[in-house]
């Protein structure tokens, strides 16, 4: 290895720094000179927006105190490659800056959007005789990507998610009045219920858990939630239910658009911007039962919670960033690091790390088991629970300062997003 650079894309996680600090490691160990960071993924490589990483990584507290900062350190984007040979002067422009730093290798740390752009840069270099390789590491609390048993981000979503509700349901129960307050739940998922599988952790012998788990891999029956959350408010003091962001009714319409103010922004890669599920469906709830509604939006909460990040992911997301430096350094180009789950039931959790080509990952979707998907479709089985729970085991405590977290900025980044005169 000569100099490799690295970039972060699409929606943070708790752990998507530790991959960053996995490359950096990896690289150097296999003798990269420099260690370049994209300064807004692709799109601020575009513009030769870059950073040496010496710069911040030169140590290991530093190292320590990366893997304790949440978002993007490098900064991310949403950034659509164009088709190859209907813009190719974009193409043109990534290897004209790599050859300029002498870049001979480009890691991308992102989801399946970042995963196309991987494939893309890979597929352009070898049409085109390029020497320069090009590696996935993956990320997404959507835990979506195909063929990897599981993906960096998703096991400390989930412990924040199932963390948080069972705060929720602690708060809700204690007032036990014979109305109960009913309480929605909107957790991340657009295609893949995931995240709001990740509910079901909240019950143990210290929580009741909630009352129903609404996954966008069934099509979500209206009358039927309402029929249920009706029965519950007659027969419990508190009804607390988790629902996917992405829930589809029958006619392919959104949860969402039952809502007075819904939109209809999509993204550059064509996603509908989804939000208000929760808010639609307390209206629902409101005008049936009578009771007293809350709607609870995760949002950014669940993939920026560091300071409760799983000691389990953080490890795997560093070690998915040190493997693809290696993979690189060996000559590999157009694949993304995989973990295979070796143990089988009531075994000692352990994976495998491996590399698949990108190809048959990039735009894929991965979605829970319908198998995993009980009741009417408002619970997940023990199979969910045996697969989620190891993923959330561990804390990586955060250096305190002045009684709040400390955190590693990177001043390109702040300087990037100040104010202009």
């Known amino acids: 290895m000569k100099n490799v650079i690295i970039g972060q894309s699409g929606g943070p996680t708790a752990v998507i720094n530790s991959s960053i600090a996995g490359v950096y490691v990896g690289a150097k160990a296999c003798g990269a000179e ?3 960071g994209m300064v807004h993924g692709i799109e601020g490589f575009l513009k030769d927006q ?5 710069q911040y990584l030169d ?17 991310t984007c949403r950034f659509k490659m164009p088709a190859i040979g209907v813009n190719d002067e974009v193409y043109e422009a990534v290897f004209r800056n790599m050859e300029k730093h002498d870049i001979d290798t480009l890691f991308y740390a992102g989801g399946n959007d970042s995963m196309d752009t991987v494939k893309m840069l890979s597929d352009y270099a070898q049409l085109h005789g390029k020497r320069q390789s090009f590696m996935g590491v993956p990320k997404t609390i959507d835990n979506d990507l195909p063929v990897t048993d599981h993906c960096p981000g998703y096991g400390s979503a989930a412990k924040y998610i199932a963390t948080t509700l069972k705060e929720v349901i602690r708060d809700n129960e204690s007032f036990g009045v014979k109305k109960p307050t009913i309480v929605v739940c909107e957790i991340m998922g ?11 952790l909240a019950k143990g012998e210290d929580c009741s858990g909630v009352d129903g788990i609404y996954l966008p891999e069934r099509i979500f029956d209206v009358d039927r939630f309402l029929d249920k959350v ?4 007659r027969n419990k ?5 988790a629902v996917s962001e992405g829930l589809k009714l029958e006619d392919g319409r959104y949860a969402c658009e039952l809502g007075a103010d819904a939109q209809d922004r999509v993204d550059v890669f064509g996603h509908k911007q989804l939000t208000g599920t929760a808010n639609a469906l307390i209206k629902l709830i409101g005008q049936r039962t009578g009771c007293k509604v809350r709607a609870i939006e995760f949002s950014t909460l669940q993939r920026a919670a560091t300071h409760i990040a799983s000691l389990t992911d953080i490890n795997e997301a560093f070690t998915a960033g040190r493997m693809a430096a290696e993979a690189a350094a060996a000559g590999e180009t157009g694949e993304m690091v995989v973990f295979n789950r070796v143990n089988r039931r009531g075994e000692l959790y352990r994976i495998e790390y ?15 088991p319908q198998s995993w998907i009980t009741g009417d479709g408002d619970d997940v089985s023990a199979e969910y629970l045996d697969y989620a729970r190891p993923l959330i085991q561990g804390e990586l405590y955060p250096f305190w300062v002045n009684g709040l977290p400390k955190h590693l900025i990177l001043k390109e980044l702040i300087a990037s997003n100040a104010v202009q005169p």
């Open 190 to 200: 657009r295609d893949a219920g995931w995240l709001t599988a990740a509910a079901a």
């Open 237 to 241: 003091s508190s009804v607390v239910m």
């Open 59 to 75: 140590d290991e507290t530093k190292i320590a105190l990366l893997k304790r900062t949440p978002s993007a350190f490098l900064g």
């Open 34 to 36: 420099h260690v370049y």
């Open 50 to 54: 870059i950073v040496d990483l010496d």
């Open 354 to 368: 491996s590399r698949f080509d990108i190809h048959q990952i990039a735009n894929g979707v991965k979605e829970v």
């Open 230 to 233: 009706d029965y519950l408010s």
